[in-house]
């Protein structure tokens, strides 16, 4: 136990135990945002998807520059603001009665989370070598997903009993993670990173497009992953319903299989996938995204359900960690927040124009239908994965070829 403690340094495991905390709570809530706002705005599906997709909206049009400023500021700082922004954002819930409030603190809560995640990947290439960095953030995913075993039925319970609730534990849980950023994390920022390179300059100077297409084409083809994820927080539950008379028991059991199982065998599959072409792997994740969204699209029996869900979980623990891995091993050391930052896009994208797209293809032909569509993009992606990581280990190794030239 010691010895597997020691393996990390101290701020990879108050990453950890931060993340856990705070999607316990949070998967308390996002299981049952949209049933919350759904009753709260009169049964208006579209209303309450679009109020939902507000916070990936405002989080991919901040995400934009969260990237520059962690690169800039640093990742202690930008990552402090973030959870200072979320839990007010959560705070909020516990009073909000309008769909105004509902939208304005929907948006808060996405401009927080756009701050996190481009810091918080930077400051872990910062820290782990690159030969361990799909194993940390593997661990980083399960400590994610110890929130989707417990979560869901704790909030099955207190949502029934008392929203508010729940909203105040969630803006605990992230004050406590802040106050543990700022009085326990150290600054990873390299030294001389970017700052004292760039000399203040910004997008514009630092960024060719054609040196980075591997980058923008990884972020386009994982666009219908995160539309798939988009549709499990939001049109998921609606489709149940028209299936199961339970159907938000049946949704917490789902989501409580996908986190139990992460939980379970995720650090497994990261320490036995590092050895693997990270483009094979990412191929096979795509795949089984494609028989998920069969398996939902059809929903018509639990088992079935529960065989999708394990797929899902599959390429969940297969597709996250490498995607993350990929990143950080073909971005320049002084533009690693900025890479994060732009391949976040791809979650802004799936998860706020996904809601709607999936709402008015609900409406217009089914949720089967919505399911398919997304499936068959998975599978256009799948083929074309492999020779886009390729490409992007191409590019690396002509920059430090030419980097050891001008040496």
């Known amino acids: 136990m010691r010895a597997w403690l020691n393996r990390y340094d101290r701020t990879i495991w108050i990453r950890v135990i931060g993340t856990a905390l705070t999607q316990i709570t949070s998967f308390m809530i996002r299981p049952f945002l949209m049933f919350y706002l759904y009753s709260k705005l009169d049964g208006h599906l579209f209303l309450a998807a679009l109020v939902v997709s507000l916070q990936p909206l405002a989080s991919m049009i901040v995400g934009l520059f969260a990237g520059e400023w962690a690169d800039r500021a640093g990742r202690k700082p ?5 959870l200072a922004i979320q839990a007010v954002s959560m705070a909020g819930f516990v009073w909000a009665d309008s769909v105004y409030a509902f939208a304005g603190l929907t948006a808060l809560g ?109 972020t386009l083809l994982c666009v219908p992953m995160s539309l798939l994820y988009g549709q499990a927080d939001t049109n998921l539950p609606i489709h149940l319903k028209d299936h199961f008379d339970d159907y938000q028991k049946v949704f ?26 990270s483009g094979k792997v990412l191929t096979v994740a795509f795949l089984l995204l494609t028989v998920v969204s069969a398996g939902y699209g059809w929903a018509g029996s639990f088992a079935v359900l529960i065989a999708a869900e394990v797929a899902f979980t599959l390429a969940e623990m297969l597709g996250l960690p ?30 706020s124009l996904g809601p709607a797209f999936g709402s008015a293809v609900y409406v217009a032909w089914g949720g089967d239908v919505m399911f398919y ?28 070829k030419f980097g050891r030239i001008a040496g």
């Not at 930008?78 to 973030?82: F, I, R, T, W």
């Not at 700022?182 to 600054?187: A, R, T, Y």
């Not at 599978?379 to 920059?399: K, N, P, Q, Y």
Request: charged share 15%.
């Open 322 to 351: 490498h995607t993350n891995k990929v990143v950080a091993r073909i971005a320049p050391e002084h533009l690693r927040g900025r890479y994060f930052a732009v391949f976040g896009l791809q979650w802004g994208v799936g998860r």
């Open 78 to 82: 930008v990552m402090a603001a973030s």
């Open 252 to 277: 917490a059991v789902l989501m409580t299989v996908n986190g139990t199982l992460v939980l379970l065998f995720q650090m497994a599959v990261a320490g036995w996938t590092e050895r693997f072409d």
């Open 110 to 218: 996405g401009i927080g989370q756009s701050l996190f995640h481009p810091a918080a990947n930077a400051q872990i290439a910062d820290l782990v070598p690159e030969n361990r960095r799909a194993e940390v953030y593997a661990l980083l995913h399960m400590a994610f997903n110890a929130g989707a075993a417990a979560g869901p039925m704790l909030g099955l319970f207190l949502f029934r009993a008392n929203p508010a609730l729940v909203f105040g534990l969630a803006s605990a849980s992230l004050f406590l993670f802040f106050a543990a950023v700022v009085g326990l994390i150290p600054e990873t920022k390299p030294a001389g990173s970017e700052g004292a390179k760039s000399g203040g300059e910004g997008w514009r100077e630092t960024w060719r497009f054609r040196e980075h297409i591997p980058l923008f084409l990884l």
């Open 373 to 400: 569509l997304i499936g068959a993009l998975c599978f256009l992606s799948a083929i074309g994965i492999r020779r886009v990581v390729d490409l992007g280990a191409f590019g690396r190794e002509r920059r430090e």
